[in-house]
């Protein structure tokens, strides 16, 4: 009885407080006609940060066009607590209204480094208005703050925007942990363009992992044969994700003179490291390609054993030591698609009859 008791006086004085319009945040559901007592909340200047954050919000959730004007008067004054400022964006985010934008890119130069954050992050949701927003973003990779950059770089991309090459080529140095990377990989994405490779050789010197890794795949997707000295010298990196891109960029560019490296990745103790020397060397051809490669049939992985049998049949070899590991692998290879492949071989070298065949 007396649960039921306290839940009835507190139910009658949440009624009573609605009534007076001194919790106009409360309401499960707001329409326009609660954007006067909203906006009366947001801007009581003795009510705290919560409250009139939770005004801000429920303006938001009117989705009003009525609603722009306060949360932008609030989102803009500098004597706002930064909490409600931000609560403003978000709810004019909510509304969605495109007539926002100007007032937003007016925002991307407060003084306060999270407001600009939030600026950059909203600016991404109007992706229909790229061509109001896209300098905006582009000045917010030179602001002071890191994670302004950051979120402008991220909102370029969630808008399919890549800033110009010589924009993302200060990015790869910059000083923070995670914009080098992000701008490394739309350099990739720009590596066919004019003056790219020249950008991609000097982040070949970098110093990220992340940035050197879509450095190194850029340069063997665009045949960049200068880039082959710096590439073997990644082979010996001790990040595994270096050495194998490097090798699969080796391989693409048919570097000869990468030989030798390759030959020496083939004993890595990294399958996929190993596997994808193989791989490149059967780009390269050669003598001492041909013996290294008949070698790794003998690999205990499966992937490295067909991929070096792949390579060999590619290269159309006959050498006699490869036709006695044919005959072997035909026999009593354990995995049949090696085991199958082989047989092939040898069948159409003439050297084993169809069954059936006499």
């Known amino acids: 009885m007396r649960i039921l008791m306290v839940w009835f006086v507190t139910a009658i004085c949440s009624v009573l407080l609605s009534d007076c319009g001194k919790d106009p945040t409360s309401a499960d559901i707001v329409t326009e006609e609660d954007i006067p007592a909203l906006t009366k909340a947001l801007e009581d200047p003795k009510a705290d940060a919560g409250w009139r954050g939770r005004a801000a919000g429920r303006l938001g959730q009117t989705r009003s066009v009525k609603a722009i004007k306060p949360l932008v008067k609030a989102a803009l004054d500098e004597k706002n607590p ?21 007032e937003l890119v007016k925002m991307a130069t407060d003084k306060d480094a999270k407001l600009r954050v939030r600026v950059m992050l909203a600016l991404s949701y109007f992706k229909g208005k790229k061509q109001e927003i896209e300098s905006t973003l582009l000045a917010g990779l030179k602001d002071s703050d890191e994670l302004v950059r950051k979120e402008a770089l991220n909102s370029l991309d969630k808008l399919g925007i890549l800033p110009p090459l010589a924009e993302l080529e200060q990015l790869l140095n ?69 050495r194998e891109e490097s090798a699969k960029a080796l391989g693409k560019l048919h570097a000869m003179s990468a030989v030798k490296a390759l030959i020496d990745l083939l004993q890595d103790p990294v399958v996929d490291v190993a596997a994808a020397a193989v791989e490149a060397l059967g780009k390269l051809g050669g003598p001492e390609v041909v013996d290294n490669l008949i070698q790794m049939l003998e690999h205990s992985d499966d992937n490295v054993r067909m991929i070096a049998l792949k390579a060999l049949v590619e290269m159309k070899c006959n050498d006699e030591r490869f036709i006695k590991r044919l005959e072997y692998l035909s026999a009593r290879e354990p995995h049949k698609d090696i085991r199958d492949l082989a047989d092939q071989t040898l069948r159409e070298l003439g050297l084993k009859k169809d069954e059936g065949g006499e």
């Open 174 to 242: 910059d000083p923070s942990p995670a914009i080098p990377e992000m701008a490394a990989v739309m350099v990739y994405k720009k590596r066919e363009e004019e003056g790219a490779s020249k950008i991609i050789m000097k982040g070949l010197e970098n110093k990220q992992v992340g940035v050197l890794k879509h450095m190194i795949v850029a340069a063997g997707e665009i045949g960049l044969q200068d880039a082959v000295p710096k590439l073997i010298e990644l082979t010996k990196r001790n990040e595994m994700v270096l």
């Open 82 to 102: 930064t909490s409600v400022r931000i609560v403003c964006i978000d709810a004019l985010l909510e509304i969605g209204d495109p007539s926002v934008i100007p």
